[in-house]
């Protein structure tokens, strides 16, 4: 069973001292980004590489157990008009299957055109083209999980 919670109840149920993951999954990778623990700033953290989901649920579990989480920001990948197409259903899914193996609140974020400020962002700073594409997933998750605590 899913463990999505609006964002205010995601909050309110963090305790003192512990950080939220914000994640952005896409087919190929999973961006992750970890917050401070007074949850005011999201950092990028590491692009995990997808294989089986259970490989990709160890690394995220592991994670949680190092870092203290209390929760996940998870990108929500709305099209531009707001409506919600197949890589929606594609995040329920891998948030239900996270679900049973990690047992924290997670909360749906608006993700439209994180990916694209981060490379505006990167080109910006006259990023190459490699380091675009090494950065990219985990700068966007920090984006994702940003705007979730600017919002609090």
């Known amino acids: 069973m899913s463990r999505l919670v609006p964002l205010r109840d995601l909050k309110a149920g963090i305790q003192r001292g512990y950080r939220l993951v914000g994640l952005d999954v ?13 949850l005011t700033i999201a950092t990028p953290m590491e692009t995990i590489v997808r294989t089986k989901f259970r490989n990709d649920a160890a690394r995220l579990a592991a ?8 929760g996940f920001v998870i990108g929500w ?16 899914s891998f948030c239900e299957n996270l679900s049973g193996v990690i047992d924290l609140p997670q909360t749906l974020w608006d993700e439209r055109l994180s990916t694209a400020a981060v490379e505006r962002t990167l080109l910006d700073a006259d990023s190459s083209r490699a380091r675009r594409k090494e950065v990219i997933d985990k700068m966007a ?12």
């Open 141 to 152: 998750a920090a984006y994702i999980l940003q705007g979730a605590l600017d919002a609090f």
């Open 26 to 38: 896409g087919s190929k990778t999973i961006g992750v980004a970890l917050s401070d623990t007074t």
């Open 77 to 92: 990948p709305v099209n531009m008009d707001g409506s919600e197409g197949p890589r929606c259903q594609s995040t329920k």
């Open 63 to 70: 994670i949680v157990a190092e870092q203290k989480v209390g």
